[in-house]
């Protein structure tokens, strides 16, 4: 069983900074890409950043330049760290992962989601 959990959501004015943490736990073998999605109420979810096994990124157009996400692979932990935050970024943050599992296949794993919200 894995499980990811998320952390680092919250309140914060505009232009304020926050940084979201997910930490996988449980029967892992090898961790593949993780990411960051993000779903605001009404809205379909939204892939955010990207980071593969070996630190390559990419970036929705929406947070290029405000937006970093990283890695740390020994503890497998995937990282956002949302800076010059807007209105529009309100939304549930979730993480996903690509894990190699105790079943001997990669598998996709979600995190049970970790509110932003960007108000002032």
């Known amino acids: 069983q894995v499980q990811l959990v998320e952390s680092g959501g919250g309140l914060v004015q505009p232009g304020g900074s926050l940084r979201l943490s997910c930490a996988a736990s449980?029967?892992?073998?090898?961790?593949?890409?993780m990411a960051w999605y993000r779903q605001a109420p009404g809205k379909q979810r939204e892939l955010v950043a990207h980071?593969?096994?070996?630190?390559?990124?990419n970036y929705a157009d929406s947070v290029k330049g405000r937006f970093t996400i990283s890695r740390d692979n020994a503890k497998n932990t995937v990282y956002l760290q949302m800076n010059s935050l807007k209105p529009e970024d309100t939304a549930v943050y979730y993480c996903?992962?690509?894990?190699?599992?105790?079943?001997?296949?990669?598998?996709?794993?979600w995190g049970q989601g970790t509110q932003v919200t960007v108000s002032s």
């Open positions: 449980g029967s892992i073998f090898s961790t593949n890409a």
């Open positions: 996903n992962a690509n894990i190699l599992d105790g079943t001997g296949y990669y598998r996709s794993y």
């Open positions: 980071i593969t096994s070996g630190g390559s990124t």
